[in-house]
């Protein structure tokens, strides 16, 4: 059940950077510097090694989660998916605000990728807790 569980919990962490990140695309490519391609999209977006990767470290994140939450005694939908955005907003975003503001990148991405370091989270926890 636990791995069955950090697998589902990873789908919904990429579910929602999808979401996330086709409802805030014009702006995330602005403030990422990402050209875009004449149909809007970005223009190398066609390569899947992103997705990849990205799927990747949902399960990472979702394992390490997973344990975090257990070895805690951390249980139910309620406290995992408060935890989850824990880990979001106390743990990720600010990590990525210390590593975008050294490498001088535009404060837009700092919040339109932290706000999904913190959702995305918070879907992991959630899934997790009604595991």
Same mark, same amino acid.
Do not use: N, Q
């Given at each position: 059940m636990g791995i069955l569980s950090v697998i589902v919990a990873a789908l919904a962490g990429f579910a929602v950077g999808a979401a996330w990140y086709m409802a805030l695309a014009r702006p995330w490519m602005a403030a990422a510097g990402i050209a875009a391609g004449p149909d809007g999209r970005p223009a190398n977006g066609s390569s899947p090694v992103p997705f990849a990767v990205a799927l990747v470290a949902m399960l990472l994140v979702a394992?390490?989660?997973?344990?975090?939450? !257990?070895?805690?005694? @951390?249980? +139910?939908?309620?406290?995992?998916?408060?935890? +989850?955005?824990?880990? +979001?907003?106390?743990?990720?975003?600010?990590?990525?605000?210390?590593?975008?503001?050294y490498a001088m990148r535009d404060r837009r991405l700092v919040l339109i990728d932290g706000g999904y370091a @913190?959702?995305?989270?918070?879907? @992991?926890?959630? !899934?997790?807790?009604l595991f």
């Open positions: 394992g390490m989660m997973r344990h975090m939450l !257990v070895t805690g005694g @951390i249980d +139910g939908p309620g406290k995992s998916l408060l935890s +989850g955005l824990g880990v +979001g907003a106390f743990f990720v975003a600010p990590w990525l605000a210390m590593d975008y503001t @913190i959702l995305g989270c918070g879907a @992991i926890g959630l !899934v997790l807790g």
